[in-house]
């Protein structure tokens, strides 16, 4: 059974940091990622890296703020998340392929397997 726990949520300041983990079991995945879904809106991509190429992936609004990393011992992926916004409070879930690509929101569609999702809140 797969199963993918985050882990790192919280509450921070405007132009503070927060680091979240996926810690996925069950099974191997071609890609693993991040979305996001703040209150009233669509999820919407954060960020994805595909395990054989090790390509990274950042919606615009993230880049340069973002980074996604993997662990190479097992299936874990983290985001740091440096110089957080108030527009950056989300739900955050974490998302597995099996096959697919996760470079951004048409990618829906490739999520084989969700998080139950973590909270992050940036305060002004």
């Known amino acids: 059974q797969v199963q993918l726990v985050e882990s790192g949520g919280g509450m921070v300041q405007a132009g503070g940091s927060l680091r979240l983990s996926c810690a996925a079991s069950?099974?191997?995945?071609?890609?693993m990622g991040w979305f996001r879904q703040a209150p009233g809106k669509d999820r919407e991509f954060v960020s994805g890296i595909s395990w054989g190429s090790d390509n990274t992936y950042y919606a615009d609004s993230v880049k340069g703020r973002f980074t996604i990393s993997r662990d190479n011992a097992g299936n874990t992926v983290y985001l740091q998340m440096n110089s957080l916004k108030p527009e950056d409070t989300a739900v955050y879930y974490c998302?597995?392929?099996?096959?697919?690509?996760?470079?951004?929101?048409?990618?829906?569609?490739?999520?084989?397997?969700w998080g139950k999702g973590t909270l992050v809140t940036v305060y002004p």
């Open positions: 998302a597995a392929s099996n096959y697919g690509v996760l470079s951004s929101s048409w990618d829906l569609q490739n999520v084989d397997h």
């Open positions: 069950g099974r191997t995945f071609s890609s």
